[in-house]
């Protein structure tokens, strides 16, 4: 492991890591991640195919859906060319500066993500707390300045990130943890004081948590309104209409809590499982949510069908 450890000289290549000790094993690791990408690039496409040619499908709750499509477009590409490269080829070595343009995108698109996410939790309120002024509160006009402000205030977020990193000097250790690049994975790497990325990371998590705790309190207001609802037949209908919602919570939010609760109480942990849960935090959110919509929107569901239906006939 000597070749990994530098003396003071500047860094100028990264390593990134597959599973350790199962390299021989990295041909058939790809060849499932390589069908989890083909399949979750080619289902967000189909999403925003569909979304874009049908009309019946211009309605606020798509608008956002077509949002997290994209950002779920926007995970997968970002990580796909080092995933691939790890996996297929052999191929560990990464540049510093292209490893700092890839954990910008892709903390950018999981900032988006998490973004729709709360904006789709207040979709949900707004139809089942007030269905009849639903279209007026949400026009499209308006589904464009939210979905424009929530990725301009991701932006700014996210954008400190590469400069704050750029200005580290990474002079002892070149090994990352992961087969993509992380913010904190990357700090850690420097030589250098690194307090301004540590605290402005914390900062950043939090408005993650926030985005979390606000998804959980419209889900709270949404029980309230459907309790008041009066057959239970009602009360089930309505709910149905967020299972979707809810599925793509999970989805996305359990693999990031489980790595988190990983790294704070489970330290010394298999490193291969901490690998695992962070490359299913970026393989599976992209992957399940077209699927999850295919099977729980009946609209979509439909098209999808109607569209096999023409090919065969």
């Known amino acids: ?54 009309p019946s499908l211009h309605e606020p709750m798509y608008y956002f ?24 080829f052999n191929a560990p070595r990464i540049s510093p500066d292209a490893c700092i343009a890839q954990e910008f995108f892709i903390h950018g698109f999981s900032a988006m993500e998490s973004s729709v996410l709360l904006i789709m939790s207040f979709d949900r309120f707004i139809a089942i707390y007030n269905p009849l002024r639903y279209a007026t509160i949400l026009t499209s006009a308006r589904v464009t300045k939210i979905g424009f402000a ?44 690194n307090k301004v990325n540590v605290i402005y990371g914390l900062f950043v998590a939090f408005t993650g948590i926030l985005d979390l705790t606000f998804i959980f309190m419209s889900y709270i207001l949404i029980l309230k309104t459907v309790l008041n609802l009066a057959s239970q037949r009602e009360r089930l209908k309505v709910l149905n209409t967020c299972v979707s919602h809810i599925c793509a919570v999970l989805i996305f939010y ?46 979509i569901r439909n098209l999808f069908l109607g569209k096999l239906c023409q090919k065969q006939s």
């Open 65 to 88: 859906l077509s949002m997290l499509a994209i950002s779920d477009l926007g995970l997968s590409l970002s990580s796909l060319p080092t995933m691939l490269r790890i996996f297929l």
């Open 254 to 299: 359990v693999p990031i809590v489980s790595l988190a609760v990983i790294y704070r109480f489970a330290k010394h942990s298999s490193p291969t499982i901490r690998i695992l849960m962070a490359d299913v935090f970026l393989l599976v959110p992209p992957l399940m949510n077209p699927i999850v919509y295919c099977v729980k929107s009946q609209q």
């Open 150 to 193: 929530f990725s301009l205030k991701n932006l700014l977020l996210i954008l400190p990130f590469p400069f704050t990193l750029k200005h580290l000097r990474y002079c002892k250790k070149n090994l990352l943890s992961h087969s993509y690049c992380l913010h904190q994975d990357v700090m850690k790497l420097a030589c250098s004081d």
């Open 1 to 54: 492991m000597s070749f990994f450890n530098t003396s003071e000289i500047e860094i100028s290549i990264f390593f990134l890591i597959g599973f350790p000790g199962m390299e021989s094993l990295h041909i058939w690791f790809s060849i499932p991640i390589c069908f989890m990408y083909l399949v979750a690039i080619l289902g967000n496409c189909i999403i925003l195919f569909f979304i874009k040619t049908e």
